[in-house]
């Protein structure tokens, strides 16, 4: 069964930087598509950023367009968002997943394993 865990969340003050990580265990990211979505209270999940099996492709909301970047290092089967000039409304419970396939994707339901989220929280 894989597991994934999110880490690096915290407490920012707008214009901050924050990178979270994404540790896989019982299973591999090689091969897989990679995904960031997060979950503020009161709202939808929503995705945020996705990365190829190659780290050659990559897919950002467009909230977070040219702030956020994800990149993957599938020899420590970890993935990676990094959050530049972050802002109050950034705030929210982050969540990597999964995908079932190689590709990348914005829906929820084509990915297969979550991890359990670590909080973002930026002050203005």
């Known amino acids: 069964q894989v597991q994934l865990v999110e880490s690096g969340g915290g407490l920012v003050q707008a214009g901050g930087s924050l990178r979270l990580s994404c540790a896989a265990s019982?299973?591999?990211?090689?091969?897989?598509?990679m995904g960031w979505f997060r979950q503020a209270p009161g709202k939808e999940r929503e995705f945020v950023g996705a990365?190829?099996?190659?780290?050659?492709?990559?897919d950002y909301a467009d909230s977070v367009k040219g702030r956020f970047f994800i990149n993957r290092d599938d020899t420590k089967n970890t993935v990676y968002l990094q959050m530049n000039s972050l802002k109050p409304e950034d705030t929210a419970l982050y969540y990597c997943?999964?995908?079932?396939?190689?590709?990348?994707?914005?829906?929820?339901?084509?990915?297969?394993?979550w991890g359990q989220g670590t909080q973002v929280t930026v002050s203005s």
């Open positions: 997943a999964r995908r079932t396939n190689y590709a990348l994707g914005s829906v929820p339901s084509h990915y297969s394993y």
């Open positions: 990365v190829s099996w190659s780290g050659g492709l990559s």
């Open positions: 019982g299973g591999t990211t090689s091969g897989y598509g």
